[in-house]
């Protein structure tokens, strides 16, 4: 199977069904879509871009931004999605790193094309998502003068079809190569968690040039639409649930948190929801059951990486509901679910052997999911991939039952006074303090203890603080070894382009000018 077949076979559903949906605008059908995706591979052919060429994409979520990805996935060519939150620099590193050959642009960007073109003199074109400017032509003008004959990628399933940056959460993002048989196992385990039961209706919120954009093509495989927001305004996603009958949406924790934060959060009717998927980061075990109050049912878990995109364990709807019946399984909520069914995952000591339930270790993954490497980047892709498995960098434990329980991020851990301490334990407590919506706990300098619990948090809206009261609240439940020593409240945490808190910049701010970090 080739990325692009998945639409393809969407348009066998009826050719006038609605593709893509902007809400107050436009509606394009899936025979529409595939009429434009047949002119932009052409115009790319034309334009001198061979198999394998990589084609930048910068833009936010639009109407276009998708059909641009679908004309660059017929052409043969290597989709390179930059997002649309980078830095200028950051987009010109991408770019540039990965030898980009043309590229789509959205005109939010166009302060940023004197440094592309620098970065990239030899382009063989730019075109314009939404609009002409400075000599530049639109998607549609430029589609429209190219040839409509219907055409295929040659592809091989083992072929690169797109370079995706990793989160970033750790420094320059990294380009992972993703293959065709890559997004095709990934949908074989979307569709073995979430069996597809009436035509589905896709809510875009989250980034195109992330999960969103492969949860799209998933979406396309069974002839549905996918309903773009450009923000992610709280008020906005409840009313389009409704508005459109929405069957599936992903979400990070974060944006979830502003749902259920939000004063209209039970006014609206959720009933049409079969699947609404958190992933990216872990998500509070109470604000969970909050959720599965307000949307019933229908939460997912999906655990994954770029490296082994979105599926790699999975916490069903079912799984959700059998626990929601039953309070014995209650610890489950902290759980990201059992492997799916196309992939293999496992836990290993830093030796390479793998552990067995209730071990803790390096979380591995192994099958047709993970990548085929980073680009240009031979010894990160050796050492991320030795013993013949993918190392997430993740630290976790399964269960007797098979389930996966992450505990932290390698690199996230705190020695406090030789003790180790998991972040992730204190937030969360801290999630389940009444007036905290969001929070991130780091290790800061202590002469002391080395390294001192500090959490910082984000208040809902309205609500009082004491942070005394806090501080006190996080001891009776942790003990005063893992509880925060000190408290800050930000108005907002730094959060990277898929909405994980960013760790390191916190942290950064308390370690700024030591030459040691522990």
Not at 35 to 61: E, M, T
Request: with cysteine.
């Amino acid at each position: 199977m080739q990325l692009i077949d998945f639409f393809d076979r969407g348009v066998g559903y009826g050719g006038h069904a609605p593709c893509l949906i902007e809400p107050d605008g436009r509606t394009l059908s899936y025979g529409e879509v595939q009429v434009l995706s047949y002119r932009i591979a052409n115009g790319l052919h034309a334009a001198g871009v061979g198999p394998d060429s990589q084609v930048g994409l910068l833009s936010g979520n639009h109407l276009l931004t998708f059909v641009a990805v679908l004309g660059i996935v017929r052409s043969s060519g290597v989709w390179l999605p930059v997002n649309a939150r980078n830095s200028a620099e950051e987009n010109v590193n991408i770019l540039s790193r990965g030898d980009c050959e043309f590229l789509f642009i959205h005109s939010q960007f166009a302060p940023q094309l004197p440094l592309l073109r620098q970065a990239m003199p030899g382009l063989k074109g730019i075109v314009c998502i939404d609009r002409a400017i400075d000599g530049i032509p639109d998607l549609e003008s430029w589609a429209a003068s190219q040839d409509p004959a219907p055409c295929r990628s040659n592809a091989q399933a083992g072929d690169v079809v797109a370079i995706r940056g990793t989160g970033g959460t750790t420094g320059l993002p990294k380009g992972v190569m993703v293959t065709h048989r890559n997004y095709a196992t990934m949908f074989a385990n979307w569709y073995a968690a979430m069996p597809v039961q009436d035509t589905p209706v896709h809510l875009v919120v989250a980034p195109l040039t992330h999960a969103a954009g492969a949860v799209t093509f998933a979406t396309m495989g069974y002839g549905g639409a996918s309903v773009i927001l450009p923000t992610a305004e709280p008020g906005a996603i409840l009313s389009a649930i409704e508005r459109y009958a929405v069957t599936q949406l992903f979400l990070p924790p974060t944006v979830i948190y502003k749902l259920l934060a939000h004063a209209d959060i039970r006014r609206h009717d959720y009933s049409s929801l079969r699947y609404f998927v958190y992933s990216a980061a872990p998500m509070s075990v109470d604000r969970l059951r909050e959720a599965l109050d307000v949307f019933g049912p229908v939460m997912v878990q999906c655990y994954g990486q770029a490296e082994a995109p979105f599926v790699c364990t999975v916490m069903t709807a079912q799984d959700h509901g059998r626990i929601v019946d039953d309070p014995g399984l209650a610890h489950r909520l902290a759980s990201c679910g059992r492997s799916s069914p196309f992939v293999r995952v496992a836990v290993m000591d830093p030796q390479g052997r793998l552990l067995g339930a209730g071990e803790r270790g390096e979380i591995v993954v192994q099958g047709d999911l993970v990548m085929k490497g980073y680009f240009r980047d031979p010894e990160k892709t050796a050492e991320t991939l030795r013993h013949g498995w993918l190392h997430t960098g993740d630290i976790g434990y399964q269960d007797d039952q098979g389930y996966y329980y992450i505990v932290d991020r390698m690199k996230d851990l705190i020695v406090s006074g030789g003790f180790n301490i998991s972040p992730g334990e204190v937030e969360q407590v801290l999630w389940a303090h009444p007036s905290v919506n969001d929070c991130a706990v780091v290790g800061v300098p202590d002469a002391i203890w080395g390294e001192a619990v500090k959490a910082i948090v984000e208040l809902k809206p309205g609500t009082q603080w004491d942070a005394e009261e806090a501080l006190e609240f996080c001891r009776i439940r942790l003990g005063s070894m893992k509880a925060p020593k000190s408290i800050e409240v930000w108005e907002q945490l730094p959060r990277s382009q898929v909405g994980k808190v960013l760790k390191k910049d916190i942290r950064e701010k308390y370690w700024v000018g030591r030459e040691r970090r522990v």
